[in-house]
């Protein structure tokens, strides 16, 4: 499809979504390499394989050479706290390992990992009495050859309880870069930040032979609360139609990286329409179009292409935006990213990771594709909310259909990411924001940061009830007191039975089924959508509810099909680990008693995984399953 960019974009976003489940599949297999009996907190006497470094360097050195012993070159860098400049041997893990001086950006010599067969190549670095990561984060010096993954992960303090990074480079680049460890996975038991013992690093491919070298890896402050950068991309009209209004109510601006050979073009805004947003705090970013990648051209053709991007931009008032690149058909070499860094003040391209905050490597900011909701993007607002990092996300075309096409992300999955970016209380910003430092650090209005004053008396009292009845599909519509509304519902058929609730999902089973289902509701008119291939009912009741019915945490629940756990009393965020034993829907929803509501879970088939939700004060858990399903929940 068209999005004043190139052709081939299109082709691009398929191939990077087969990475995504590339580095899915690599998540799951190669990043296993410790040892079922190595936790992670034997260490090897050194605390931190480290040394104090130089402080010579001003990040603009030469990419080649080594280092003569004394400077810093870039990528390395002087802020923070080293935590190892390989001036000790790190472990190896996969791959031969070997020490370069020739490689070093700090200090006499840098670590280099190779595997000749395709495989993987990893080192790691312990610390034997532990490092605290809770209010820092993690970035180093990378040069991978042949390597387009690198998988990071912080142990801690054991091989159950991490946290993974998984960056996606492009498959040409095979020079010098900072690499950010944005935390993209949680796989199993609640990670301690506080302990970690150790850090490993992983490069992989598709086969072809691996080489890493890494140094001078260090530690960053981190700042207190999540953020989220809008990316919106192309400048389609229905951007300005539908999610500027949207994000206005919220107080959000969003950055639109835009072809400005397509300005005004069918079906994009024109540049009144821009500059209206400018004026609303809004990015108008460069996205050039381009015939073919930038790394495929000289190197004075890729200044040429971004140099004149960036000129129209400012020529037409919108000198703020132009300092940011979003790469088109993200591709990048060595030789691109150099210029980039030259001409521009931030670059993104597709990562598959969320980013820290602040991030030290700020031309080659991560961004995700936006619409993927139920595969990631969820899952990396909420690690940026509980880890307080930066999750950038990119969208295009915003349609108010049920069937989109293409590269388009229907209005309700674009209002569902914004209410859920709301919930957890992240902080968007712009790209201007984030050079600027003027990102803030209090979190948007509905997240939470512990603290909230137990209730007592009565929460909610009791409300209707309603007994509903039908054969196949149909609409109720009732009247609901502000308060619990729990349904006891049964459904005689074959097929999927689903319930919404004001166009929320409240029950989804499928076959003959019995079970029950909450949510809170703020009052009025409420309509109850039914899908069903057989007869129905559902008897509606809205409880009371007492500050005596409150239950603490931890708990611990288990069920078959539809179910609830609460109401529960949570001072703050909350750790749970869901279970599933089926091979269909597996939802897993929090519903607060201030009216919030947070998709924790939304999967098919099997799972057994760690999720934080972002609660505070009364709330309930609703299940939904066509299988066996535990839940223990404790604070996080």
Not at 76 to 97: K, Q
Not at 243 to 259: D, H, S, T
Not at 340 to 349: Q, S
Request: charged fraction near 25%.
């Amino acid at each position: 499809m068209d999005n004043g960019n190139n052709a081939g974009y299109g082709s691009s976003r398929r191939r990077l979504l087969a990475a995504v489940g590339a580095s899915s599949a690599t998540l799951a297999g190669c990043t296993d390499f410790l040892s079922e009996e190595e936790s992670g907190d034997s260490g090897n006497g050194n605390d931190s394989n480290g040394g104090n470094g130089g402080d010579s360097g001003n990040g603009n050195d030469s990419d080649d050479g080594g280092n003569s012993g004394g400077e810093t070159l870039w990528p390395a860098i002087d802020e923070g706290e080293l935590l190892a400049d390989f001036e000790e041997e790190p472990t190896r893990r996969t791959g031969e390992l070997s020490m370069s001086a020739d490689e070093a950006r700090r200090g006499s010599q840098a670590a280099v990992v190779e595997d000749e067969s395709g495989e993987s190549a990893g080192l790691t670095v312990y610390f034997s009495d532990g490092i605290d990561l809770t209010d820092g984060d993690v970035s180093f010096a990378a040069k991978p050859e042949g390597a387009n993954r690198i998988v990071v992960e912080f142990i801690a303090p054991g091989r159950q309880s991490r946290l993974t990074t998984v960056r996606l480079l492009p498959d040409e680049y095979t020079g010098w870069l900072r690499l950010d460890c944005g935390y993209e996975h949680k796989p199993a038991d609640e990670p301690d930040l506080s302990n970690v013992t150790a850090i490993n690093i992983l490069a992989t491919n598709d086969g072809r032979p691996i080489k890493l070298v890494v140094d001078d890896l260090r530690k960053t402050d981190s700042v207190d609360n999540g953020k989220a950068i809008l990316l919106l991309q192309g400048g389609y009209d229905s951007q300005y139609d539908i999610a500027a209004n949207m994000l206005e109510e919220r107080g959000w601006a969003a950055a639109v990286p835009i072809n400005p050979q397509a300005i005004g073009a069918e079906g994009r805004m024109d540049v009144t329409q821009l500059q209206e947003l400018r004026d609303r705090g809004w990015d108008i970013c460069s996205n050039p179009g381009v015939t073919m990648p930038l790394s495929d051209m000289p190197k004075d053709r890729q200044r040429t292409v971004l140099e004149n991007a960036k000129a129209t931009l400012e020529e037409r008032g919108f000198e703020n935006g132009a300092r940011h690149l979003v790469v088109p058909d993200d591709r990048m070499d060595q030789t691109t990213h150099e210029v980039v860094r030259d001409v521009y003040d931030t670059a993104y391209l597709f990562g598959s990771c969320p980013n820290i905050m602040p991030p030290t490597a700020q031309h080659m900011l991560s961004h995700v594709w936006g619409p993927s909701l139920h595969s990631g993007v969820r899952r990396h607002v909420n690690l940026a909310d509980q880890y307080n990092q930066l999750t950038v996300l990119r969208m295009q075309e915003i349609v108010d259909t049920d069937e989109p096409e293409g590269d388009e992300m229907t209005l309700d999955e674009f209002e569902h990411l914004l209410n859920h970016l709301e919930n957890r209380g992240l902080d968007v910003i712009t790209p201007s924001d984030l050079v600027d430092g003027s990102y803030g650090g209090e979190g948007a209005d509905g997240g939470t940061d512990g603290g909230a004053e137990r209730p007592e008396g009565s929460i909610f009292e009791a409300g209707q009830s309603h007994e509903l009845d039908g054969d196949g599909s149909g609409i109720e519509t009732v009247e609901l007191d502000e308060g619990l509304v729990v349904a006891e519902f049964s459904h005689e058929g074959n097929g999927d039975f689903v319930v919404e609730l004001d166009g929320d999902v409240l029950t989804a089973a499928s076959g003959s089924t019995t079970g029950e289902s909450v949510a809170t509701v703020g009052g009025g008119t409420a309509e109850f959508a039914v899908e069903a291939d057989g007869s129905w009912s559902i008897e509606v009741s809205q409880p009371a509810v007492h500050a005596d019915d409150l239950e603490e945490l931890p708990v611990e629940r288990s069920g078959s099909g539809s179910g609830y756990v609460g109401p529960l009393w949570t001072e703050g965020g909350v750790s749970l680990s869901p279970t599933h034993d089926g091979d269909g829907t597996f939802i897993v929803d929090g519903y607060g008693a201030d009216g919030s509501r947070e998709q924790i879970v939304n999967k098919t088939g099997s799972f057994d995984n760690s999720r934080s939700y972002a609660a505070g004060g009364t709330v309930w858990i609703n299940v939904e399953a066509n299988g066996d399903w535990t839940l223990s929940a404790d604070s996080s």
